[in-house]
């Protein structure tokens, strides 16, 4: 489904990712993993299309077709979804308006009937229920005023509403206590089928105890320096990233870049 | 030095003398004053932004005729009053006959009255901030005198559009007066529009007094054509314990001036004065307002947007007086701007004249441009980069437009803010 060869991208002159090499297939959950700096939210935001990432080598493909010639809205028609580490808020908008202008853009896209407003308000009630939001977030602007685990299940909530091919996750663990994360995690769980792949970035393990990942890859100074399956996780865990020797400063050093 | 530029000789010559006897007598003392009346130029503080925009040439100095037949039938709910160039038109107006609450042309009133209206006009006004008021008091062919008795309540808004026919140049002078009794209500909507392309000037006054306990909200809808320069001014006195409330939407055009001055005057009694601008290709709009704290224990609460595209200019300057007897003052003044492109123009001004020492006051005023990671964000949805601009610049002012209080009015604002998103975003 999602292939990428050789990618090399860089943010204001300075190379981040540095030669990335990933193949994901229909109904695979991969986990990347690396110490901060790495390069893990450099790859989601050049795999969703943010313009301040310039790719300077290699290329993207989503089921054989070029993701780089595409723009942000188009890939998301595609079928890209990025949870965002730093989910944003917009005032003024409401959570339940961008949802189905969102969804709306897709069902256009696919050639399917928008939905009307008493339509979207029942499914948006219906899978607010299922990532344990309250329906009176519906009416607030988006991600105004709401806390860290409400913003990461919006996420998930806005995941589940656009059913994607890919969905990317960054770093969605960040910031959430044991109860959100199970939320979260079962949102996802609800995502993983045959036709779907998932991508998830994090720093530690502890969402992979949720969300069991069929690869994991350790990302380090922009490179996959490493791919196993599910025990690389447990290993990180036990010995730390240095036991791959990555060193410390090396993260310390590309963090402050 | 230069002698600063007065007004082309056309315009100190009023027409239409059906007014009765005491307003024809007023129209022409305020004339004399005309004569040597200085034209704002760039170093006049009140119209530093403004003042190249306004462009009088002598053949807009005679009034519209105000005998045509309006073509355009008023497609609004409720009570309305058709104004033609000034002039009121009783045929295309619809109104009630209420207890209480009187709604006249100014040219109907009898002497006695027109006497009284004579020694009030002007009389809400600072006309050192608003020079040009000046010229629609001596040059104003009718009016609209409403009159509110204590306790009457007007059950619908009262829309009065006001249109000119620009065919040809010239100008006209509407003129509103409303008197709002004790405890009384009314919602007025005051909504300028135009036909034709030939060069005019719209120079409007309206004064509102607003009497103990009563509560007046005042909606502005400006809308003219690309011919028309607007200078308008609007006054307000209240006593004590009332309310009044101003909705100002505004599209920009060659020129578009709005004065509006509150005065406080009576304990506890508070304004709320929102505004919402738009302008885009080399359109211009400034809003200049001043609250008057005169009195002790008032609140006043003011929200301008502006929204500048293109090479357009807006301009706000908002002035809060606290008086020196005007303790337990609450006054909070806030002004957001949005330039949706490099060459756009925004000037905003805070003023803030206190001389009382126990009052609470807060003003703050912002200029940015959309947020890239907004825009990132709604796209990465999906959403077209042309809807994720629009719905941002929406967010900008949707607060605003939502607090409109008549339904109507909020349909045309979403109307014409659609044709202004069609021109200044690009379909992607």
Same mark, same amino acid.
Not at chain 1, 82 to 89: D, G, K, R, S
Not at chain 1, 194 to 220: G, S
Not at chain 2, 341 to 348: R, W, Y
Not at chain 2, 377 to 396: D, E, K, P
């Given at each position: 489904?999602?292939?990428?060869?050789?990618?090399?991208?860089?943010?204001?002159?300075?190379?981040?990712?540095?030669?990335?090499?990933?193949?994901?297939?229909?109904?695979?959950?991969?986990?990347?993993?690396?110490?901060?700096?790495?390069?893990?939210?450099? *790859?989601?935001?050049?795999?969703?299309?943010?313009?301040?990432?310039?790719?300077?080598?290699?290329?993207?493909?989503?089921?054989?077709?070029?993701?780089?010639?595409?723009?942000?809205?188009?890939?998301?028609?595609?079928?890209?979804?990025?949870?965002?580490?730093?989910?944003?808020?917009?005032?003024?908008?409401?959570?339940?308006?961008?949802?189905?202008?969102?969804?709306?853009?897709?069902?256009?896209?696919?050639?399917?009937?928008?939905?009307?407003?008493?339509?979207?308000?029942?499914?948006?009630?219906?899978?607010?229920?299922?990532?344990?939001?309250?329906?009176?977030?519906?009416?607030?602007?988006?991600?105004?005023?709401?806390?860290?685990?409400?913003?990461?299940?919006?996420?998930?909530?806005?995941?589940?509403?656009?059913?994607?091919?890919?969905?990317?996750?960054?770093?969605?663990?960040?910031?959430?206590?044991?109860?959100?994360?199970?939320?979260?995690?079962?949102?996802?769980?609800?995502?993983?089928?045959?036709?779907?792949?998932? *991508?998830?970035?994090?720093?530690?393990?502890?969402?992979?105890?949720?969300?069991?990942?069929?690869?994991?890859?350790?990302?380090?100074?922009?490179?996959?320096?490493?791919?196993?399956?599910?025990?690389?996780?447990?290993?990180?865990?036990?010995?730390?990233?240095?036991?791959?020797?990555?060193?410390?400063?090396?993260?310390?050093?590309?963090?402050?870049? | 030095? =230069?002698?600063?530029?007065? #007004?082309?000789?056309?315009?100190?010559?009023?027409?239409?003398?059906?007014?009765?006897?005491?307003? #024809? !007598?007023?129209?022409?003392?305020?004339?004399?004053?005309?004569?040597?009346?200085? #034209?704002?130029?760039?170093?006049?503080?009140?119209?530093?932004?403004?003042? =190249?925009?306004?462009?009088?040439?002598?053949?807009?100095?005679?009034?519209?005729?105000?005998?045509?037949?309006?073509?355009?039938?008023?497609?609004?709910?409720?009570?309305?009053?058709?104004?033609?160039?000034?002039?009121?038109?009783? $045929?295309?107006? !619809?109104?009630?006959?209420?207890?209480?609450?009187?709604?006249?042309?100014?040219?109907?009133?009898?002497?006695?009255?027109?006497?009284?209206?004579? $020694?009030?006009?002007?009389?809400?006004?600072?006309? =050192?901030?608003?020079?040009?008021?000046?010229?629609?008091?001596?040059?104003?062919?009718?009016?609209?005198?409403?009159?509110?008795?204590?306790?009457?309540?007007?059950?619908?808004?009262?829309?009065?559009?006001?249109?000119?026919?620009?065919?040809?140049?010239?100008?006209?002078?509407?003129?509103?007066?409303?008197?709002?009794?004790?405890?009384?209500?009314?919602?007025?909507?005051?909504?300028?529009?135009?036909?034709?392309?030939?060069?005019?000037?719209?120079?409007?006054?309206?004064?509102?007094?607003?009497?103990?306990?009563?509560?007046?909200?005042?909606?502005?809808?400006?809308? $003219?054509?690309?011919?028309?320069? +607007?200078?308008?001014?609007?006054?307000?006195?209240?006593?004590?314990?009332?309310?009044?409330?101003? +909705?100002?939407?505004?599209?920009?055009?060659?020129?578009?001036?709005?004065?509006?001055?509150?005065?406080?005057?009576?304990?506890?009694?508070?304004? =709320?004065?929102?505004?919402?601008?738009?302008?885009?290709?080399?359109?211009?709009?400034?809003?200049?307002?001043?609250?008057? +704290?005169?009195?002790?224990?008032?609140?006043?609460? !003011?929200?301008?947007?502006?929204?500048?595209?293109?090479?357009?200019?807006?301009?706000?300057?908002?002035?809060?007086?606290?008086?020196?007897?005007?303790?337990?003052?609450?006054?909070?003044?806030?002004?957001?701007?949005? #330039?949706?492109?490099?060459?756009?123009?925004?000037?905003?001004?805070? !003023?803030?004249?206190?001389?009382?020492?126990?009052?609470?006051?807060?003003?703050?005023?912002?200029?940015?441009?959309?947020?890239?990671?907004?825009?990132?964000?709604?796209?990465?949805?999906?959403?077209?980069?042309?809807?994720?601009?629009?719905?941002?610049?929406?967010?900008?002012?949707?607060?605003?437009?939502?607090?409109?209080?008549?339904?109507?009015?909020?349909?045309?604002? +979403?109307?014409?803010?659609?044709?202004?998103?069609?021109?200044?975003?690009?379909?992607?």
């Amino acid at each position: 489904m999602l292939s990428i060869k050789n990618l090399h991208a860089s943010v204001e002159g300075k190379e981040i990712l540095k030669g990335i090499n990933l193949d994901v297939k229909a109904g695979e959950v991969h986990a990347i993993m690396g110490p901060n700096g790495s390069g893990k939210s450099t *790859l989601s935001q050049v795999l969703a299309g943010n313009e301040a990432f310039d790719v300077t080598d290699g290329s993207i493909t989503l089921n054989g077709e070029n993701l780089l010639e595409l723009e942000t809205e188009e890939r998301a028609r595609e079928g890209i979804f990025l949870a965002f580490q730093y989910p944003v808020e917009i005032p003024g908008v409401s959570n339940l308006q961008f949802l189905r202008t969102a969804v709306n853009a897709m069902r256009t896209h696919k050639g399917e009937e928008e939905m009307n407003a008493a339509e979207f308000m029942k499914l948006a009630k219906e899978v607010s229920k299922q990532v344990d939001l309250d329906p009176s977030f519906l009416k607030r602007g988006v991600n105004e005023g709401f806390s860290g685990g409400e913003k990461k299940r919006n996420e998930i909530m806005q995941a589940l509403l656009l059913q994607p091919q890919l969905a990317i996750l960054d770093e969605t663990d960040s910031g959430l206590d044991i109860d959100a994360l199970k939320v979260v995690s079962d949102g996802v769980n609800a995502l993983r089928s045959d036709d779907r792949a998932i *991508l998830m970035v994090t720093h530690y393990q502890r969402l992979l105890n949720h969300i069991v990942p069929d690869y994991v890859h350790v990302l380090a100074g922009g490179k996959i320096i490493k791919s196993g399956g599910r025990e690389l996780a447990l290993e990180l865990e036990e010995k730390g990233y240095g036991w791959l020797g990555i060193k410390d400063e090396d993260a310390a050093t590309d963090a402050a870049n | 030095m =230069k002698a600063a530029p007065t #007004l082309p000789a056309a315009f100190l010559h009023p027409a239409g003398q059906s007014l009765p006897q005491p307003l #024809l !007598e007023l129209r022409k003392q305020r004339g004399t004053a005309l004569v040597d009346m200085p #034209l704002p130029t760039r170093k006049t503080e009140n119209w530093k932004y403004s003042s =190249k925009y306004l462009k009088l040439t002598d053949d807009m100095g005679i009034s519209l005729p105000a005998d045509e037949k309006t073509g355009s039938s008023l497609a609004v709910p409720g009570y309305k009053v058709a104004f033609l160039n000034g002039v009121m038109l009783p $045929e295309a107006s !619809e109104y009630p006959d209420l207890e209480g609450i009187r709604i006249q042309s100014f040219g109907d009133l009898d002497d006695d009255e027109a006497a009284r209206l004579a $020694e009030r006009l002007d009389s809400n006004l600072d006309g =050192k901030a608003v020079q040009l008021a000046q010229l629609n008091s001596a040059r104003f062919e009718d009016g609209l005198f409403i009159s509110l008795a204590p306790e009457a309540v007007l059950d619908q808004p009262l829309h009065i559009v006001h249109e000119v026919t620009a065919d040809a140049s010239g100008s006209a002078f509407p003129r509103i007066y409303v008197d709002a009794g004790r405890h009384s209500q009314l919602t007025l909507v005051e909504e300028y529009i135009s036909s034709g392309t030939a060069a005019v000037l719209v120079n409007t006054v309206t004064e509102v007094e607003v009497a103990e306990g009563a509560s007046v909200t005042s909606i502005r809808l400006n809308m $003219e054509g690309e011919n028309v320069q +607007h200078v308008g001014a609007t006054g307000v006195r209240q006593q004590r314990s009332s309310r009044f409330e101003s +909705h100002t939407v505004g599209f920009g055009g060659p020129l578009r001036r709005h004065d509006l001055q509150v005065r406080l005057e009576g304990e506890g009694a508070e304004c =709320k004065l929102n505004g919402v601008v738009v302008t885009q290709g080399k359109q211009h709009y400034d809003n200049h307002t001043t609250i008057e +704290h005169i009195a002790a224990h008032c609140n006043s609460e !003011e929200t301008y947007r502006n929204i500048a595209a293109d090479q357009s200019h807006a301009v706000f300057n908002g002035r809060i007086h606290i008086h020196q007897d005007a303790q337990k003052s609450n006054a909070d003044m806030n002004n957001k701007n949005l #330039l949706l492109s490099n060459g756009a123009e925004i000037d905003t001004k805070p !003023e803030l004249e206190i001389y009382a020492d126990d009052v609470k006051c807060a003003h703050g005023a912002t200029i940015g441009q959309l947020d890239e990671t907004s825009v990132f964000y709604l796209v990465s949805r999906g959403i077209g980069r042309r809807q994720a601009n629009v719905l941002l610049t929406m967010a900008f002012i949707n607060e605003l437009v939502d607090q409109i209080p008549v339904e109507s009015v909020r349909e045309t604002a +979403h109307t014409r803010l659609n044709q202004f998103f069609d021109q200044t975003f690009e379909e992607a």
